[in-house]
């Protein structure tokens, strides 16, 4: 006989290998699914060496992949000075002095994931800043990674004054005298991130494990981290020698396609550097295969490239539509190298004219070797009604993160006023577009926001967030956003693995519970297809195995 490793019994195990979609149990041999069936025909495989788990009737799923996810970042982040989910100016000033009277006196405060709805109109400050410091420079990007708060011992090295120029893609946030006060947008973070320190590798690869354990709690155990070279830019280390040695050294448990940050500053000339990255990590646990491009930034600091302006508080155009951070002609002739050398694109598009530009490049490219490479657009807040049918006709994926798709106070006070009614309803178009065919893939964007792919589903099936993340009695969890594009609990769970996967190139392999697929598990603690759509964000990830090991939890 041959004998199981490991096999879960007595649960509900979502399987296409049986006409009802599921199945009792499953059987695990070195480090794939051995069979799925009965509990009494997965038993008989269990032997003396068999670690056997009854799963108690408990929902067992292909584990989660991430279509778009930062966990290194999200990792040191978590290790370093975490602002992340406080709500307040002063909660973040608190965290903010606790960490930096820890440090010595001229080490940088470095951290971040403070969100624009915490500060009195959106934005934190310098002076605040300084006050909890003790004269360190500070470097703390938000949750987004678009803008970042500094206080003045960094803007003074950095050379930041009143006379400093905004960079062509980004903005210094100024006091009515056109001082700095202490907030930078997309490019002008670059102007002190440039001087940060470059976080040694031990640290980068502590990061990396934190990040990796926090997923595997999640139930998350595959990913594309979309930001892998950025070098400093938005805020984000180069990760690229942390997963190498991560998996060298046996320690990455997780299958990582790393998306290879595009410099928009060294254009076409960095493709044989990326072609050199992708041949040090072009198989095993960890490959670079893919490049991301980031062509505009976010509503919110108005940097999301618009086919037309923006509104003012008034409802009335503004001259400022955003700007494309790559030149349209720029994109197009990298995605025709990149293309042909083999690469996957990898898109931050959240504007309707970023999305444009990022489908016109495609669509210049052969059908063949475009479907092959599976190139994929993240984020996708605005898509004008005259792109909806090209995603599925140019065999595009829409890579969503779903939590967005919500009336939470960003949404509420910094993006239907500045939009207009009109392009409000262009927003996070998911039912749509899986109506007309194209293919979906879910990604959280972590540590942007939530990593859990239950509360991200909440949002897909409710289009509202759940009281675990939101505000009970606000709009945010009790009026529904735009329901009519909400989806299935079964589509998105699809998003989150079959999807997944298949963006990753690893459908044979993942996202399904079928013999020969890799025996990564995620067992909940409520069964989704059970209990009302409205309780879904109550729901937690109780074990999560990959490639066979239990990796969390452990019943």
């Not at 006196?105 to 915490?118: F, I, R």
């Not at 190298?337 to 690469?343: Q, S, T």
């Not at 926001?449 to 509360?455: I, N, R, V, Y």
Request: hydrophobic letters at 45%.
């Amino acid at each position: 006989m041959n004998e199981a490793d490991l096999v879960l019994v007595g649960g509900k195990v979502r399987t296409p290998a049986h006409p009802s979609g599921f199945a009792q149990a499953l059987a695990v041999r070195d480090g794939v699914i051995q069979a799925v069936g009965s509990d009494d025909d997965i038993r008989e495989l269990a032997g003396r060496r068999t670690r056997v788990i009854d799963l108690r009737g408990r929902l067992a799923l292909p584990a989660f992949g991430d279509a778009h996810v930062h966990p290194v970042s999200g990792g040191l982040e978590s290790l370093r000075c975490d602002l992340t989910g406080l709500r307040s100016r002063q909660e973040c000033l608190d965290t903010v002095a606790r960490h930096a009277s820890a440090l010595s006196p001229g080490a940088w405060v470095l951290g971040g994931g403070w969100t624009m709805s915490a500060f009195p109109g959106g934005l934190p400050t310098a002076a605040d800043l300084d006050t909890v410091t003790g004269g360190r420079p500070a470097f703390l990007p938000n949750r987004d990674h678009h803008s970042a708060w500094v206080n003045t011992a960094a803007l003074t090295r950095a050379g930041i004054d009143a006379g400093t120029p905004d960079p062509a893609d980004g903005r210094i946030e100024r006091d009515p005298a056109g001082r700095p006060a202490g907030a930078l947008h997309d490019g002008a973070m670059r102007l002190v991130a440039g001087l940060v320190p470059a976080a040694p590798r031990a640290e980068l690869l502590a990061g990396l494990v934190a990040g990796q354990a926090h997923l595997h709690s999640l139930g998350i155990t595959s990913y594309q981290d979309a930001c892998v070279g950025a070098a400093g830019e938005l805020g984000m280390p180069d990760s690229f020698g942390a997963y190498q040695m991560a998996a060298d050294y046996g320690m990455l448990n997780s299958h990582v396609v790393g998306a290879l940050w595009w410099d928009r500053d060294r254009g076409l000339g960095q493709i044989d550097d990326l072609l050199a990255r992708r041949e040090q990590a072009g198989d095993g646990p960890f490959r670079a295969t893919t490049v991301k491009l980031m062509l505009d930034g976010v509503c919110e600091t108005f940097t999301a490239a618009m086919s037309s302006p923006y509104l003012d508080r008034s409802g009335h155009p503004t001259g400022h539509s955003g700007r494309l951070f790559i030149e349209p002609e720029v994109v197009a002739e990298a995605a025709r190298r990149l293309g042909a050398e083999g690469f996957q694109l990898h898109f931050h598009a959240i504007g309707d004219l970023a999305v444009s530009t990022a489908l016109d490049a495609l669509a210049a490219l052969p059908a063949a070797q475009r479907q092959a490479a599976r190139h994929h657009l993240a984020h996708l807040q605005f898509i004008t009604p005259r792109d909806m049918g090209r995603f599925a006709e140019l065999g595009v994926v829409a890579n969503f993160q779903p939590l967005w798709a919500c009336a939470e106070i960003q949404m509420e006070e910094m993006t239907l006023p500045f939009v207009g009614p009109e392009r409000a309803l262009w927003q996070y178009q998911i039912g749509s577009l899986l109506r007309l065919g194209t293919r979906i893939a879910f990604g959280s964007d972590w540590p942007v926001s939530s990593a859990d792919p239950l509360q991200e589903i909440h949002v897909a099936v409710n289009r509202v967030l759940s009281e675990r993340l939101g505000r009970p009695g606000k709009p945010e969890t009790e009026n529904p956003f735009q329901p009519e594009q909400a989806i299935t609990v079964d589509a998105a769970i699809d998003a989150f693995t079959a999807g997944v996967a298949w963006v990753n190139h690893c459908e044979d392999v993942a996202g399904r519970l079928l013999p020969g697929m890799r025996a990564d598990v995620a067992v909940l603690d409520q069964d989704l297809f059970a209990i009302p759509p409205r309780d879904i964000g109550s729901t937690s990830v109780a074990m999560t195995v990959a490639g066979g090991t239990v990796v969390y939890g452990d019943r």
